[in-house]
């Protein structure tokens, strides 16, 4: 049976998001405890279960509609957007809104002995990422050909080993960078968390719900501001 009378939400399980996301939720009264091992976790007071899965597969959830709502970062929605519109593939959510929390920019980084003027620069020499189509986007508009290391994890590591000439990643705080001897050259997106709901139907009362924790939402950042 994988419809639900339970709303659906994804979160990520572990990672920049998961602290925020689920204290958002708690903070909007939904009641729940995380068992670290577990995919889900019941609210105890409200018809709501909570998935948790690799932020990267939560924007396809919702699009698929295997779940109502996600929390994620726009950076994660926007490449998976464009990996749909790239292999024909239904890419329909709705941004219930921008959250307070997540706040991180995908940038180019080069290894600090690497002379940057400009985007120029990386003409034809190899870029590790996990974001292919936001950097061919970037790069297609600059008119920058360049070669692809498609990597999901551990991209700052990519120069060193001689596996790429330069990244493109998410910066934060930007010490994975400096650790590994990187230094930022271009911003290409700036990305927060959101939330977003999925375009399939709903029920009255499921819709109900989503409008009533939305609204919650909107309190809770309100008092945080
Ligand atoms: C990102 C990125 C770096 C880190 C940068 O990973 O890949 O590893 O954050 O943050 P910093 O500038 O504060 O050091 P993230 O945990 O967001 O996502 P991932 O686990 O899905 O790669
Ligand atoms: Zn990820
Ligand atoms: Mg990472």
């Known amino acids: 049976m994988t419809q639900s009378n ?4 994804a979160i ?13 939720l708690k903070s909007c009264g939904v009641k729940f ?27 396809g959830l919702v699009m698929d509609g ?18 749909r519109q790239l292999v024909n593939k239904p890419a329909d959510c709705t941004k219930l809104r921008e ?19 400009d985007a120029q620069s990386l003409e034809g020499l190899r870029i590790a990422t996990s974001y292919p189509n936001i950097l061919r986007r970037f790069m297609q508009e600059k ?3 360049y070669r692809d290391c498609m990597l999901k994890g551990s991209v700052e590591v990519a120069p060193r080993a001689g596996l790429a000439d330069g990244i493109c990643d998410l910066v934060s705080t930007g010490a994975t ?23 399939q139907p709903q029920t009255p009362s499921k819709q109900a719900l989503i409008d009533k924790i939305l609204s919650r939402i909107n309190g809770v950042i309100r008092a945080r501001e």
């Open 6 to 9: 339970r709303l659906r939400i």
């Open 12 to 24: 990520q399980k572990s990672g920049r998001l998961s602290k925020e996301s689920q204290q958002l």
């Open 33 to 59: 405890n995380v068992n670290e091992q577990r995919l889900i976790a019941h609210a105890d007071n409200m018809p709501i279960d909570l998935l948790r899965v690799r932020d990267d597969d939560i924007p």
């Open 66 to 83: 295997v779940v109502d709502l996600g929390i994620i970062g726009e950076n994660v929605l926007e490449e998976e957007q464009l990996e």
């Open 99 to 117: 959250l307070d929390f997540g706040s991180c920019r995908l940038s180019l980084a080069v290894p600090n002995e690497f002379s940057y003027n």
């Open 143 to 145: 008119g920058i050909n």
């Open 177 to 199: 960078l400096e650790a590994n001897g990187l230094y930022e050259t271009e911003v290409i997106y700036r990305s927060m968390a959101c939330i977003i709901q999925s375009n």
